[in-house]
């Protein structure tokens, strides 16, 4: 007799397997523009100046990685931080297939999810996409078991941690502000309409109590607009610039999810969501009904040319977890066919995944050759914004142990040099803005000898204006040979040398 596994030991073991493609070479991809500024408004979160990520409309990460210490092996730390709150949000994901779908999907989500690339390459980065998603999938799950159970308290204290959590994860949260309701109407009992009203208004009621005291600091002491500013500049407004935006940015999202979840995993995904809905259970329809709720604004309301993946990020699990339900419902029917069906479905199956075991491979040990999308494939690896070449030069100055300054030209230089230096390094990244050698102000004397990193072609037209001889010393290509960073030794203006 062949002896039964049992739950809690398939569990454990599905939760091992999401951090070891989580944590396994954490720092392969250099890092980001975004997670530098996260990482440096973690740190001085030590200096009693919490509040500087609230006017970007998030929270959260930047809190949550400060916790951690994020100074020495910094990117590490925060990223790791990231993985521990992400695990919550996996956890639910399972927690809500066991409850309320068909035995196998669960296991079928936990593996797709683990493996997918979307999910994959953003829940290892420190950005607060990857809180809001985690937040969005907790939310999702206490409130089916808060329409399930609505007499439940602890349903409710859940319900409301993660409303309030998300939305201190990223304001475009907002979106599912409405899935308590829904939940309720979707999963209630009609016959007891009036427990679900209750319980739904507690959970919305402690929500607000959890965030007004957050947002009356932000607004009265901080002086935040809480995002409301940056929101309102990267959406459109009028039904017309929504129509017309649509036009593009649907089918840049729908690339986003052909790519990130390759096409052999995608169209065969499509077919299994298409299996769920038909079943028209109404779990599946509730999920279905809360990814329309941010798809839609989000590709209704983003204006073209800010629109990300990463912005997409909360509905993967809700797209895996729908592909999940069609697949169990198609297992079921093919169990009855025989044993060779059923390998035949499982060799398919693992074949489906192997482009994206191919890609995590790429994230693990060589992250230039990562395919993405067009825009995210520059951000990340090809472009100013990827942090390919300040690594390399952070690391080579602080291995010399001499006082050394590297000069950037923006903030996110400086940001992503720090983020690699650890505590009491010798080298001291400095911020010295164009304007300030055009005036005479840029810290070039003085102190420890000062170098010049320049991000070309990005900085050449500051360069071209200012009147400053440099003797290049490195340079530092990005993967693509599109931009590169060199090092150059900075002396005075031209026109005094005359």
Not at 59 to 74: E, T
Request: glycine share 6%; with cysteine.
């Amino acid at each position: 007799m062949v002896p039964r596994l049992k739950p809690g030991f398939l569990w454990l073991t599905a939760l091992w397997f999401y951090w070891w493609t989580r944590l396994h070479n954490l720092g392969a991809l250099p890092v980001f523009l975004d997670e530098a500024a996260h990482i440096w408004w973690a740190r001085l979160a030590w200096d009693w100046q919490l509040f500087h990520a609230a006017s970007d409309g998030r929270l959260l990460n930047v809190l949550w990685a400060a916790v951690f210490w994020p100074f020495s092996g910094s990117v590490w730390v925060a990223r790791a931080a990231t993985v521990l709150l992400t695990t919550v949000g996996f956890g639910a994901l399972l927690a809500l297939a066991r409850r309320f779908f068909p035995p196998p999907t669960a296991a079928v989500a936990a593996v797709t999810y683990a493996w997918v690339p979307f999910a994959l390459f953003f829940e290892r980065m420190q950005l607060p996409d990857a809180y809001a998603t985690a937040c969005a999938i907790l939310l999702l799950w206490s409130s089916a078991e808060l329409a399930r159970s609505p007499r439940r308290r602890s349903n409710t204290v859940l319900t409301a941690i993660a409303l309030a959590a998300g939305l201190l994860s990223k304001l475009t949260n907002l979106v599912f502000v409405p899935v308590p309701a829904l939940a309720a109407l979707v999963l209630g009992r009609r016959h007891r309409w009036r427990a679900h009203a209750r319980a739904t208004l507690q959970a919305y009621l402690l929500a607000a109590a959890l965030l007004l005291p957050v947002l009356a600091v932000l607004r009265i002491i901080a002086h935040s607009d809480l995002g409301l500013d940056l929101l309102a500049r990267k959406t459109a407004g009028s039904l017309a610039e929504m129509w017309a935006q649509a036009k593009v940015t649907g089918p840049m999202a729908w690339s986003f999810f052909r790519t990130l979840f390759t096409p052999w995993l995608w169209w065969p995904g499509l077919a299994a969501i298409a299996i769920a809905l038909w079943q028209r259970g109404r779990v599946s329809l509730y999920v279905c009904a809360t990814a329309l709720l941010g798809l839609l604004p989000l590709i209704a309301k983003s204006n073209p040319g800010f629109l990300e993946a990463r912005f997409a990020l909360p509905y993967v699990a809700l797209l895996v977890l729908l592909m999940a339900a069609g697949a169990a419902t198609l297992w079921k029917r093919v169990v009855q066919l025989g044993a060779i069906i059923r390998i035949a479905v499982v060799v398919l199956g693992i074949l489906a995944l192997n482009p994206s075991g191919q890609f995590m491979w790429k994230v693990f040990s060589e992250p230039a050759a990562l395919e993405l999308p067009w825009r995210d494939d520059w951000e990340y690896i090809r472009g100013w914004p990827s942090g390919f070449g300040f690594r390399q030069i952070a690391a080579q100055y602080n291995a010399r142990g001499q006082p050394q300054r590297l000069l950037t030209f923006d903030l996110g230089g400086q940001q992503r040099l720090a983020a690699y230096l650890p505590p009491g390094s010798a080298v001291t990244p400095v911020w010295a803005p164009p304007e300030e050698f055009a005036a005479g102000l840029a810290p070039t004397a003085g102190g420890a000898p000062a170098l010049l990193v320049l991000d070309h072609p990005k900085d050449d037209a500051d360069l071209a204006v200012l009147a400053l001889y440099l003797r290049p010393l490195q340079t530092y290509p990005r993967p693509g040979g599109e931009s590169w960073l060199t090092v150059y030794e900075l002396s005075a203006p031209a026109n005094e040398n005359d």
